[in-house]
């Protein structure tokens, strides 16, 4: 009889649920149930569509119990900064607001002139992006959603409320809102208050593998079973990280997947002037570590490319994109990071406008298209691995790759050719296998961090 972990891994396009076991010394994984998510265009805004996000969790649970494969705990992961706002009664008060929306613009201005962007950074240890929870909850406080505002839960902890009626506020998620003292990792009261926030609406942290609470009695009735909830490292790149098979320390890492985050594991916080200007960030790792990294666009653009040249008629796998890419002759470089890319109108046309606007050759067919935002992602890494070495002053020889970019051989390819360095792939499900990881451990079936590392390179 196999114990088995359920890891709810909700990302920016789709999500799933994906049961796991021991089974001979190695982790069994099997997808149970997938749902596509997005973000949905409501009054001129970008919104997550929370109750249908929660209603596919509760069919996915079902389908674990007509399978016969009641799950010991579950725990979901989701994307980071995005949150929800409940009032006295529980009652969401604003919706649910997606990070790519633009009511943001101008909202960093309104935080500068509180504090600095540097005694900021310095304070946080967070890289600058407009998205931030920081200059969300300025946007909202500017737009008098705080006013009626009693509880503050990030979109994982949203969820979890919803299965067990328990509020909780996760260490690796919150991390990302630029609002936690990255010595002591709590919230930063002062900061908090500074910034004309009420400190009340932000709760206890817990650190990732705690026990939260079992399902409520309307959740057991409705799915037919009762299920301990454990939070895993409920930011997706977190729970990627624990699942990274080497743990060398000339090993970098990059989680490949609408984002490509790439950077090292510390066990401090690096807030210095250098890592700020290098728009590095500290965010929260499992057992009180700090992942060190830097957010590039990453696959969003070329899914972005996909869904359009979808929309006109024309169907490309990704394999049949990269196998495009590999064959187009052209050499144009764009900036991935550029704001240009973040939510535009049309994808292809912003990486044509920007060909056009730098002097670069510009891309027409979809192997060009591609094979420009490949490269162009495979000399932003080479960029990255350059800082956090500068940075860091380590040498890395290697880099990981996991998630699901993972599976593009020629990235991985450009990746190894550009950054001179080795490039391990694998594995591709990492974010769910992290998840689960985290609750193997917290139910003593794998003794810590380092043995599930281990079982990951077997």
Same mark, same amino acid.
């Given at each position: 009889?196999?114990?088995?972990?359920?890891?709810?891994?909700?990302?920016?396009?789709?999500?799933?649920?994906m049961?796991?076991?021991?089974?001979?010394?190695?982790?069994v994984?099997?997808?149970?149930?997938?749902?596509?998510?997005?973000?949905?265009?409501?009054?001129?805004?970008?919104?997550?569509?929370?109750?249908?996000?929660f209603?596919?969790?509760?069919?996915?649970?079902?389908?674990?119990?007509?399978?016969?494969?009641?799950?010991?705990?579950?725990?979901?992961?989701?994307?980071?900064?995005?949150?929800?706002?409940?009032?006295?009664?529980?009652?969401?008060?604003?919706?649910?607001?997606?990070?790519?929306?633009?009511?943001?613009?101008?909202?960093?201005?309104?935080?500068?002139?509180?504090?600095?962007?540097?005694? !900021?950074?310095?304070?946080?240890?967070?890289?600058k992006?407009?998205?931030?929870?920081?200059?969300?909850?300025?946007?909202?406080?500017?737009?008098?959603?705080?006013?009626?505002?009693?509880?503050?839960?990030?979109?994982?902890?949203?969820?979890?409320?919803?299965?067990?009626?328990?509020?909780?506020?996760?260490?690796?998620?919150?991390?990302?809102?630029?609002?936690?003292?990255?010595?002591?990792k709590?919230?930063?009261?002062?900061?908090?208050?500074?910034?004309?926030?009420?400190?009340?609406?932000?709760?206890?942290?817990?650190?990732?593998?705690?026990?939260?609470?079992?399902?409520?009695?309307?959740?057991?009735?409705?799915v037919?079973?009762?299920?301990?909830?454990?939070?895993?490292?409920?930011?997706?790149?977190?729970?990627?990280?624990?699942?990274?098979?080497?743990?060398?320390?000339?090993? !970098?890492?990059?989680?490949?997947?609408?984002?490509?985050?790439?950077?090292?594991?510390?066990?401090?916080?690096?807030?210095?002037?250098?890592?700020?200007?290098?728009?590095?960030?500290?965010?929260?790792?499992?057992?009180?570590? *700090?992942?060190?990294?830097?957010?590039?666009?990453?696959?969003?653009?070329?899914?972005?490319?996909?869904?359009?040249?979808?929309?006109?008629?024309?169907?490309?796998s990704?394999?049949?994109?990269?196998?495009?890419?590999?064959?187009?002759?052209?050499?144009?470089?764009?900036?991935?990071?550029d704001?240009?890319?973040?939510?535009?109108?049309?994808?292809?046309?912003?990486?044509?406008?920007?060909?056009?606007?730098?002097?670069?050759?510009?891309?027409?067919?979809?192997?060009?298209?591609?094979?420009v935002?490949?490269?162009?992602?495979?000399?932003?890494?080479?960029?990255?691995?350059?800082?956090?070495?500068?940075?860091?002053?380590?040498s890395?020889?290697?880099?990981?790759?996991?998630?699901?970019?993972?599976?593009?051989?020629?990235?991985?390819?450009?990746?190894?050719e550009?950054?001179?360095?080795?490039?391990?792939?694998?594995?591709?499900?990492?974010?769910a296998?992290?998840?689960?990881g985290?609750?193997?451990?917290?139910?003593?079936?794998?003794?810590? !961090?380092?043995? *599930?590392?281990?079982i990951?390179?077997?």
């Amino acid at each position: 009889m196999f114990n088995y972990y359920l890891a709810v891994d909700i990302g920016a396009s789709s999500g799933r649920h994906m049961l796991a076991h021991m089974e001979d010394g190695k982790v069994v994984l099997e997808e149970i149930h997938r749902f596509s998510n997005g973000m949905v265009e409501v009054d001129g805004h970008k919104r997550w569509d929370i109750d249908e996000l929660f209603r596919q969790i509760i069919i996915g649970l079902k389908k674990c119990k007509e399978l016969g494969k009641i799950p010991t705990s579950m725990g979901i992961d989701t994307w980071a900064v995005d949150y929800v706002l409940l009032d006295e009664n529980d009652n969401v008060v604003r919706p649910c607001f997606g990070y790519r929306d633009s009511r943001t613009a101008g909202a960093d201005s309104l935080v500068y002139q509180v504090i600095p962007e540097e005694v !900021l950074y310095h304070r946080t240890g967070i890289q600058k992006a407009i998205f931030n929870t920081i200059y969300q909850l300025m946007a909202d406080k500017r737009d008098g959603y705080l006013s009626d505002a009693k509880s503050f839960l990030m979109v994982p902890d949203f969820l979890h409320f919803l299965l067990t009626g328990v509020k909780s506020n996760e260490y690796t998620n919150c991390s990302t809102t630029q609002l936690l003292n990255p010595a002591t990792k709590t919230w930063d009261y002062g900061l908090i208050e500074m910034l004309g926030f009420n400190k009340d609406l932000f709760g206890e942290i817990k650190q990732p593998g705690t026990y939260i609470g079992n399902f409520s009695e309307n959740v057991r009735e409705e799915v037919g079973f009762d299920c301990k909830v454990v939070i895993p490292p409920t930011h997706d790149t977190a729970s990627a990280v624990f699942a990274v098979p080497n743990t060398s320390d000339n090993v !970098l890492y990059i989680s490949s997947g609408t984002w490509s985050l790439l950077g090292s594991e510390n066990m401090e916080a690096i807030c210095t002037k250098g890592a700020m200007e290098a728009n590095f960030t500290n965010e929260g790792g499992y057992e009180g570590r *700090f992942r060190f990294l830097k957010n590039i666009m990453g696959l969003w653009m070329i899914q972005s490319v996909r869904n359009e040249l979808l929309a006109r008629g024309e169907e490309y796998s990704f394999a049949e994109l990269c196998t495009l890419a590999e064959q187009a002759d052209i050499e144009s470089i764009v900036d991935a990071n550029d704001e240009c890319f973040l939510a535009p109108a049309s994808m292809i046309e912003a990486v044509k406008d920007y060909c056009r606007n730098h002097g670069e050759t510009v891309p027409n067919t979809p192997g060009e298209i591609a094979k420009v935002i490949y490269h162009s992602l495979a000399v932003c890494y080479k960029k990255a691995c350059e800082e956090v070495e500068n940075i860091t002053g380590k040498s890395f020889d290697t880099i990981n790759i996991v998630g699901g970019g993972s599976k593009a051989e020629y990235l991985n390819k450009l990746t190894a050719e550009i950054t001179g360095k080795k490039v391990h792939a694998g594995p591709s499900e990492a974010t769910a296998l992290g998840n689960i990881g985290c609750q193997m451990v917290a139910a003593g079936e794998v003794a810590g !961090l380092k043995d *599930f590392r281990n079982i990951m390179s077997l």
